[in-house]
Each structure stands twice: as structure tokens, then as C-alpha cells.
């Protein structure tokens, strides 16, 4: 019997992105093409006799990690208590885009069904992950590059030739997703311009990317703003371009990755 687990959890960027409409219930209809990258958390989940533990940084309160969240949904669908404790390592940043929330999610549906034997298919495990959160599903398909529909549920791999390294450049100020979602609600706007009325460093690094680079764009809600190249060292010469010091925030040098998590038993 497994009795513990580790997930490598990746992040996405979306190089694509558009808001086709909002449903009666709420949700927004979206059309994105997602690319999982190297850069990702660790999930680490062992079973329990009786009780649950989550130990993460302080991100947010225990109740309201997606984490717990997933853990929660699995069991109401499943009808039973699955007792575990949950160590997470973040590298992810968070509140940046990056959907690190959404794959720490994911890897909680698929390594607990792992770890329980509860046998749940690739769609039993999309259905669950819809109700945690629209990217979730996503993560749960393990396809490194996806058109994604729908409110995130309907999920196919796309044949797209993206780039070799991605510059990540991610601001020190956070955007909540849905309060993203309630501002495009109020004034119609675009995500970008949102976000570049948000943090100014937005348009500076939008404007840079879209002058050195064919593939550039913000990732979801933002504040991560991606370009594209050919090579490690033209992606640092970029970043050196634009000067590390001028942007309150970090940067990243990513690669594409062809799935969205890697499960590994101990």
C-alpha cells in the first residue's frame, strides 16, 4: 500500500487569453491556450489515521487554501474522510498568473486518489477540480500545451510552436484573480489594461517584451508578464536589456514542459 507521495506541481503561463462572456451562475467563459513551465512547488501528501495537516508558508488561512479546498471537494464527492498531512514548497509566486494555487490543487486530487485506491477517472477528477477552480483542470490533465474552454473544463492539447526559454518577469504587487474578474465586470476592460492601472511596471515590461520578442503577452490576471526566445543567453541579455534593478520584482528564465505535474512515490 502507498502510504506517501511527492508531485512536482508546474506552473502555466496563458499565451493566450480572452473572456468570451459571463454565465448566469457567475463563472466567465474563456478561450487560452496554456503552456505548462519548469518552474514549479512540491507536494508532498502522506496518509493519516485520523486527522488533516496542511503545512505551507503563510500564504492565506488553512480553511481557504486550495489545497484544502481540493481535499474537501474530493471527499464530497467520494463520501469519505481521507486523513493526511500535506507539506507544500513553494516556488511559485503567488497572486501572479502563474496558477500555482490551481496546480497545488490539482496535485491534491491526483496524489490523494492515488494514495486512497479510489480509482477516480482523468473526468471525475476535472469535474471535482472545476468547483475548486477554473484553472484546476488543467492541471489535472497533464497536457504540457492546451486550448482551454469553456469555464476551464473543456481541455485539448494544441499543436503550437512555442518558444525555448521564457522570461518571467513578476512585480512584487499581487492581483487577485477575482477581483480581476469583477473589474472587467464593472468597466469591460482587458486584463492588461487592468493590470497596467494596478502596477505600472506592467506596461513598462509589456512595452520592452513586445519590442525584443515575437512571443510576449501577460499571463491570466496578471501581474507576470512573459516574453519568448530562442536561447538562455538571449533571454539574459534581455533582462539585462531591461535592468534587473528597474523592476520592483524578480525574474525568472523558464522552459516549456510537454505535461503539468510529475508523481513520484516513496
Do not use: W
Not at 471525475?124 to 490533465?141: N, R
Request: charged share 25%.
Amino acid at each position: 500500500m502507498i502510504t506517501k507521495l511527492e508531485i512536482k506541481a508546474y506552473a502555466k503561463i496563458n499565451l493566450s487569453f480572452e473572456i468570451l462572456g459571463k454565465l448566469s451562475n457567475g463563472y466567465h467563459r474563456i478561450r487560452s491556450v496554456f503552456q505548462a513551465i519548469d518552474l514549479y512547488d512540491i507536494v508532498s501528501i502522506s496518509r493519516e489515521e485520523k486527522e488533516f495537516c496542511l503545512i505551507s508558508p503563510e500564504i492565506c488561512p488553512t480553511k481557504e487554501n486550495l489545497v484544502t479546498r481540493a481535499k474537501k471537494a474530493l471527499e464530497a464527492f467520494t463520501k469519505k474522510d481521507l486523513p493526511c498531512k500535506i507539506h507544500l514548497t513553494k516556488n511559485i509566486p503567488i497572486s501572479a498568473g502563474l496558477g500555482g494555487g490551481s496546480s497545488n490543487a490539482a496535485a491534491t486530487l491526483i496524489g490523494l486518489n492515488k494514495l486512497y485506491g479510489l480509482n477516480l477517472s482523468l473526468n471525475e477528477l476535472i469535474k471535482i477540480g472545476t468547483k475548486v477552480g477554473a484553472d484546476v483542470p488543467f492541471f489535472i490533465s497533464n497536457i504540457g500545451t492546451a486550448l482551454v474552454e469553456g469555464i476551464g473544463e473543456k481541455i485539448k492539447p494544441e499543436k503550437k510552436k512555442h518558444s525555448k526559454f521564457y522570461i518571467l518577469a513578476v512585480p512584487y504587487k499581487r492581483i487577485n484573480t477575482s477581483e480581476m474578474y469583477s473589474l472587467f465586470d464593472k468597466k469591460g476592460k482587458t486584463f492588461l489594461d487592468l493590470a497596467k492601472e494596478i502596477c505600472s511596471d506592467v506596461g513598462k515590461l509589456y512595452s520592452y517584451f513586445s519590442s525584443i520578442s515575437n512571443e510576449f503577452g501577460m499571463s491570466g490576471s496578471g501581474p507576470t508578464v512573459f516574453a519568448g526566445f530562442t536561447s538562455y543567453n538571449k533571454a539574459l541579455k534581455a533582462i539585462e536589456g531591461f535592468g534587473a534593478k528597474r523592476l520592483k520584482g524578480d525574474f525568472f528564465i523558464c522552459s516549456p514542459c510537454s505535461k503539468t505535474y510529475d508523481l513520484v512515490f516513496s
